[in-house]
């Protein structure tokens, strides 16, 4: 079945042109181009063109606002919080806090555990909180590290030590409690000997302990690092002053020279070096034309083998082994028990 269905017919114009029934009448302009160029230049005429965002106070220059105004600058470590530019310019710090960025800057690498025993009697509470505010402020970094297993322990142990940032060294040497030719070092050169180097600094306090009971004061530490760096500039002058001069005969004198005993035609260095001054009428080990004393400090591990054992002994150094090292090391000298004599405990 169709079914015819009515539409409504278009209004047509009277010359037969169909228009739609609401048309608006609007007048084009004369050139449509020329029109659009003119609206562009006409400001507040194009309704797509966004108003001028007013000022606002944050988009004034950082260099403009003060400290206590300034965002924090982002921080490279996402476990290190932001701080801001500058923060330690001024800051004060409780005589524990600067004694801790000395011990860290002389030794380059501390065990917290030795800083607990010598700067804070002991006590872990208050150790943590000035570690977590200098390591807030960016002065030191903290880290943890495996110590070598010698078949005794059954789990691995682990320890805590801590070195100096270059914020806190610029801090250390801008505050001036350190002797003119104590030098200070940041951050760790050789991750692998971390273990070992964290043990010079109990060495040097039971050292330093007997050189301050005979009068010894104003003590300076040399680490290896600096004691090599003379030795070798030492060399190179007196190579150059005289090219054809015996290798043998110049390390010699260069060791009489720094004080340093020449063992199987090589120069031992000792770990660190403590100088010190004397009292005066005291002529023990003094160095020439001067009332400065030094002694030589050596860590021993598991990890030397025996003629370099013999060669320390022999350099006349205060050598010190912790005690899970002593078995270790005696079984690899037994043949020279009389060396283990001249050992100290840490």
Known sequence: MKIDIPQELPHRRENGGAVPEHSATRKLPDNPILHRLRSLGEPGTDARRSPPRAKHPHDESASELPHDRRRPAPSADPRRPARTGGSIVGLELRPEEKQLLREAGRFRVVRTSDLRETLYQGKARPLENDLKYL?????????????????????????????????????????????????????????????????????????????????????????????????????????????????????????????????????????????????????????????????????????????????KAQAGFRNYASSSDFSTISSKIEDDHHMMRDILEL
Do not use: C, W
């Open 135 to 311: 390591r807030d402020k960016g002065l030191i970094e903290t880290r943890f590290v495996n110590l070598r297993r010698d078949g005794r322990r059954r789990t691995i142990e682990r320890t805590e030590v801590v070195t100096l940032t270059k914020d806190g060294r610029r801090l250390l040497l801008k505050q001036g409690d350190l002797p003119n030719d104590q030098r200070v070092y940041t951050g760790l050169v050789k991750p692998r000997e971390i273990e070992h180097d964290s043990q010079i600094y109990r060495a040097y306090r039971k050292e330093s302990e007997k050189i301050e009971k005979k009068g010894g004061t104003n003590l300076r530490v040399k680490l290896d690092f600096e004691i090599k760096s003379q030795v070798q500039k030492a060399i190179y002058a007196e190579r150059k002053a005289d090219p054809k001069r015996d290798m043998a005969e110049i390390k010699e004198e260069v060791a009489l020279r720094l004080d340093l005993p020449f063992v199987d035609g090589k120069i031992q260095i000792p770990d660190a070096r403590i100088e010190f001054d004397q009292p005066s009428g005291v002529d023990h080990n003094l160095d020439d034309r001067t009332l400065t004393g030094h002694e030589d400090i050596e860590v021993l591990t598991a990890a030397y083998h025996a003629g370099h054992l013999r060669a």
